[in-house]
């Protein structure tokens, strides 16, 4: 791989991708874009554009996007429809916002005639894996430049005199390290490291950022209503919201009442185990709605091929593969089961729980005739059963007399 | 199928068993023995002795058994080593008692000559199955009476004028219908039917039996340890207990603080779809505390495996097929992946939910020297991180040179 | 279910489903719509009108069509797009054909104002159940009416009686019982039961119907190219050909030099086994070719995902699930397969067996370059497949680390 | 990773593994071991003796085992109790020699006192990624030399070069270049590269090398026995055998009909795609009477769970897992499977195709009684499929009733 020429670098803002930023123009004397994302993480865009200036971008290579109504819609909802969760737990809210990230990478490439990306992701973790998988599957002949695999900037003190060389302001508060490692975006927080790398010992009050303590969170229960249309949530309490905005409301009611926290130990992709605190109200709240939805009017063949290859849908996610065949594959089975995935879910929230209480729809299976416990006019014949069952049987009743032998 | 000589009948002791005990001798003239068990329902079992006696049945042909023992030790521990779940949320505790029950019965059955069973499960639910599959599965040629299925007792009126005429002694508060029906064990209980027919009102309160409600829990969480030796639950806070008491331990702790409970509609093997209130406290804590364990313990090779599998295997449980090749098979998988999965897990329990906070074992395979944001003494080199991303990268940028052709 | 007035049998204008005719007529006095099709049986159909007309049946209650197109275009090319074959080796040739006959049945019952539809399928088959899951699915109101799991004409005898004394002409070769029972499309021909019912007993050779002995075939291989888009094969020997014409052609090939013959035990639905000579010459070469297509044209993650859904696809056709949502789905994704699947194969075929011995095409994701034992170029970097190692042996060196202890 | 200090290698005697071997003594400077193994790959092993001791090999450091017996016995036999292939064809030849190497490699460092063990894969293949992983698995301490990774010696000429300087003796017909490369044990025999490069040209004749071609083969079918206990073969014509020495009969067997050639295109594990000639004449015969046996004595819901697995499992396999948690939890499930997969398979052998013609067993599931077309005496009850077919039709339709709506 020969040095790039031009460089579309994932830039936050923040001191460590300020001082990839300058590391790239110095080290390979690379013109370099920035590309700033608003993915719903709550902090401000426009001090990136300052800082990029002020770092020798010119204007013209500046780039500052919203694209959470993108995020949610594109990838959020897709993800969603599949009630996928990572090793029986996680809602990957980092792993779905890489390949957004990258996409954009390589579209600003080709508007721009970059030939390479870069980002800031370390060589130890998951993300480094779905930025790169997902840069190559959009483009083959795209470089990426890691520069936490690359430099010799190991160590806390070696970063900030590099930073102080290269006239790279620093936040009073950044001088020291943080406690924990953080990633943020409309779906949810991750902390990680330091404080929180001993698995056994419970994370630390201070961690949780998004999500009121549950012994806090209101005494009394509120609930709402999701509406769904062909697996999406469109609306909250009755009101149309658009993705995005649906998926804000949801973080807000979800996070005060306590609810999406998770602690947990994942196995990263990369082969060691990771421990990780997880934010994600809104996401708790629309898992629990669309599997209230889909019950009512998913098929159960329909439904248990949903579930058995959620797992493998969720580590497609987790691992980076978003643009890929299986992945795409897996989406049109789940997509195609959506086509009546529509109702409204009532949820009750309280100090940290999200229960489905309730949950009706135009397109509903459930028959309350059929059910019934009192007389159903003949929907269904109880002597039926007793065929499904003989019938069913037969192959265990040749199987106990064959081992009977 | 010629008519049964002597049946060996599930007998709760109850109104309906006590029809059908009747029933049985009226409609075939023939010898009942009758089996009580006690799988934790929290019900006495010797009225239903005295009731069996007054109905006529031979002492020698009373069973009347504790085998909550056997009931946790055999079969919910066996499922909770898969974090078996039924359509994402159901924990199976109607479904994995009957399977037991059937067993006593075959076994009875065998002991006292006799040449059919009988329960009292109705033709529109998935317990006929479950209880006719594992009687036909452990001996190939029993009979299997069904009476729900058979007779014409097909209202309330009619049952209670068969009682009647037959000096079947029937309790005050069993003249009128009951609001709902209900299943219970150690593991859980269920409630179906009536008011609950409607899947988009919220289940009255009074439904719930076994959980307080989460507004009523104690206002200050609680912190218990579970300790787990392969794959099973041994002891809490450290104390170490029989199966059986272990979980009866959990389900008053879980039942406290109100965790546990469910509201869905499920898709019955019989095709439609009903709407049940599940209450599983202990069941609850122990799959969080076993997915927590495993989660520091488990291989990702072998855990994500064991999600894959899951859903097949829990569906075949809640279909009837504990006694079946594939779940045999698919046992023999989890069980060989639970030979180290020991260890601790601590679970914050608060108004409804339960957390697994905390986590350790001596066989870990948590490696902080190796994810550690830290120096790492060399343990893991992330240039590695570059060959593995562009391998696993290969395939997709051919697949991108090749689509853009 | 109450009596049916007017009903659409699928008829074949032989003895047996001339004997069904019969006794709906005299059974339940209803009305009777025949529908004959042409699947590429081999038979001539208008001898079926005559018949029909014979036995009472209006003109415009005669359906006699030729749906060999629509069968290999929407039924046969659909699943072979998946590879499906049942427990390992059968291709479906009888599964497949009817929810073809279903569909027409119940659109049939539509135009003519019948509610009900018949077949001549017995109780111990799949194809009951494929033809009544179809019929079902697609009209739930539908009644299905099947004579032999009703009727007592449960010897030959009696049938022959019955037939006399309906005044049904009976060939006289028709007279003594079949040595087997075949069924036929333009996929297969199947022969079970009489002289095949022992396992243990190679086939006669007179079952073989559609394919010489392959001591028979010519003693000079042949080669043929089929060549495929979208999944679908288009052309043979480079040219273009109707689905139909196309698998006729291929039936010929395959036939001439003995290609498609398997002779095996399979599970039923129903829950036994049962054993069947299966002749499927052409489907043999068609799923070969296309195998060797997707081997360079599919990426290994789309492939081996296909792999893995593809038992569960067939056992749903197998079943009679083809009309299922879950089918769809599983159908959704391996279509979204196929997009590039396009190409040409190239086949020896030589005294029963044939191979794969060649493939290209325009989509190709085969690169010489990379693969080449030759200098490469800098395709691949032989370095990078180190660090792939290391990452992936890492949890594996976590575990023995951890095993050793 | 430090200097190795004394090395085991798998040495084959041939010029490049003897290249290896030196390179190894100049490179690092380390004492090495030689490992050669007969896998049943048709060659002299004394030789390769002499060869390392000219290399100068302590003879106490050549080690020379037969492993034959072993190789079948835990490694070909296990895998083909599950019925793998690799995309849909191949039979895993190749792959399942490795782990067994590896272990040996592994267990002789340990004898030996030595820190690393080497092997002489390239860095383009799947061995590499056998080889290694295997020898991480076993040893989480080892270190591994994979010479053609390191090297410089890239060409033909630099290595005749090396060889030439170093002493090593060259035999005349390895001066040259082989037309294709070649790897061989008991198993299989494998060819890839250079004439085999284009996938579209059909493989010359004289790649093939262990199978006749079919149009030489005898001009009479041959029918012959297997017998199977537990899944594993026993016998060949009613002569017990033991495992090696019953594979190399099959071989001879399968060679001389011309069966088990394969010639594919297949997906690596390192991302490319691969041309190769494969021939497994013995294996051939094993999995099509392995089938045959389980047809008659596997439950269908074993079967096709089994079925489900292998696709994954088989990848395991091709991709170096044996030696991993998720491939011995498969391996626990499959080997349940087989505990009455007793029996004898009829094969019929003939110019390149080898079927399974009949098939008998003590443990058979096949039961004529129930699968006749004749009277059965009551052993199954037309009318049960009525209500089997209904019960199983409800959720369909009730699926049809509502997309009406």
């Known amino acids: 791989m020969g040095a790039p020429k031009k460089v579309v670098l994932a830039y936050s803002g923040g001191l460590d991708t300020s001082i990839i930023l300058k590391w790239l123009q110095t080290e390979y004397g690379c013109e370099v874009v920035t590309f700033t994302a608003d993915l719903g993480q709550g902090e401000e865009l426009e001090p990136a554009r300052a800082k990029a200036e002020l770092l020798g971008i010119k204007p013209e290579n500046i780039y500052i996007e919203d694209v959470r109504e993108e995020f949610v819609r594109d990838f959020v909802f897709p993800m969603f429809r599949a009630n996928a969760v990572y090793e029986g737990l996680y809602l990957l809210g980092t792993s779905i916002a890489r390949p957004l990230i990258s996409k954009r990478l390589v579209e600003i490439a080709a508007e721009t005639g970059a030939d390479a990306v870069a980002h800031g992701a370390t060589g130890k973790g998951n993300d480094q894996v779905r930025f790169e998988l997902s840069a190559y599957a959009l483009n083959p002949d795209i470089k990426v430049i890691a520069p936490w695999r690359e430099w010799d900037l190991t160590s806390r003190t070696r970063l900030l005199e590099f930073a102080e060389a290269h006239q790279i302001p620093i936040a009073k508060d950044k001088r020291g390290e943080a406690p924990f490692s953080v990633d943020a975006n409309l779906l949810h927080t991750s902390s990680e490291g330091k404080v929180l790398e001993d698995p056994a010992e419970p994370a630390p009050d201070y961690v949780y950022q998004r999500t009121v303590h549950p012994e806090d969170a209101p005494d009394t229960p509120e609930h709402i209503e999701i509406t769904f249309e ?166 265990l009743k040749l199987l106990a007399a064959r081992n009977r032998r």
């Open 230 to 395: 062909k697996g999406d949530a469109v609306a909250l309490n009755g009101e149309q919201l658009s993705p995005a905005t649906l998926l804000t409301r949801l973080n807000e009611l979800g996070g005060k009442h306590g609810c999406g926290r998770l602690d947990l130990v994942e196995g990263r992709y990369v082969g060691m185990k990771s421990r990780g605190i997880y934010e994600t109200p809104g996401g708790t709240l629309l898992l629990e709605a669309h599997r209230g939805i889909e019950s009512i009017t998913l098929d159960k063949g329909a439904a248990h091929l949903k579930d058995e290859l959620m797992p493998r849908y969720a580590e497609l996610i987790y691992n980076g593969y978003w643009f890929s065949p299986e992945r795409e594959m897996l989406q049109a089975a789940i997509d195609h089961s959506q086509a009546r995935v529509n109702g409204t879910a009532l949820l009750k929230l309280y100090k940290g729980s999200a229960r489905c209480v309730g949950r009706w729809s135009d397109d509903t299976l459930y028959s309350e005739q059929h059910v019934t416990f009192e007389e159903d006019a003949g929907a269904y014949d109880q002597k039926d059963a007793e065929g499904f069952i003989r019938i069913n049987a037969l192959r």
